[in-house]
Structures are given as C-alpha cells and as structure tokens.
C-alpha cells in the first residue's frame, strides 16, 4: 500500500509484468466510455514498455484482440486513438504467431 505517488519515481517500470493494468484496463474498453481513447492510449503505452506481456499472458491477449476488433469499428475515435488501435491490433497478432 502506498500512501502518496513518490515510490513511482523509484520502481523501474520493467520490474513489474503490467498483466493486472492490462486486464483492468481491458474490463474498461467501452467505446461509449469518455475516457476510451485514454485507455486505449495507456495499453498502447504499456505495450510498448512490455512487449513480452502478449506473449506472456495468451489469454488476456485473446481478450484484448477480441475487444480491440470490435473497437476497431467504431469511427468515434481521433485520427490518434485510431493509430494506436492499429498497432495494438498488430502486436496481437505478431505475438500469436
């Protein structure tokens, strides 16, 4: 437990698997949500600080292909959101192969 923000100067973001923050985040993709593409955002950003996750955890990476194809028909999201989409979708896919 941590009562104030000062031990994330401290923890090397790498030192931890990001598989909770990914499923929690993941429970939150709701595209009439209005922090969608902030969560989209935050597991893009997290894929990239840890691409090993995919293919650590196949379950969560089903889930999130699954979520993120039918995200992926939405036309709600900025020219941004809709990037990050791509190449979440991508690093899904690459991991299962």
Do not use: C
Not at 65 to 81: H, R, V, Y
């Amino acid at each position: 437990m941590h009562v104030d923000d000062e031990f994330m100067t401290r923890i090397d973001p790498r030192d931890w698997t990001g598989a909770r923050l990914m499923a929690h985040l993941l429970d939150r993709l709701d595209p009439v949500s209005e922090l969608a593409q902030l969560n989209i955002h935050t597991l893009w950003a997290l894929l990239l600080t840890h691409p090993g996750l995919l293919t650590a955890q196949p379950g969560l990476r089903t889930r999130m292909i699954k979520l993120i194809e039918q995200l992926g028909d939405q036309n709600d999201f900025g020219p941004t959101a809709r990037s990050e989409l791509s190449d979440i979708r991508y690093a899904g896919r690459a991991a299962g192969q």
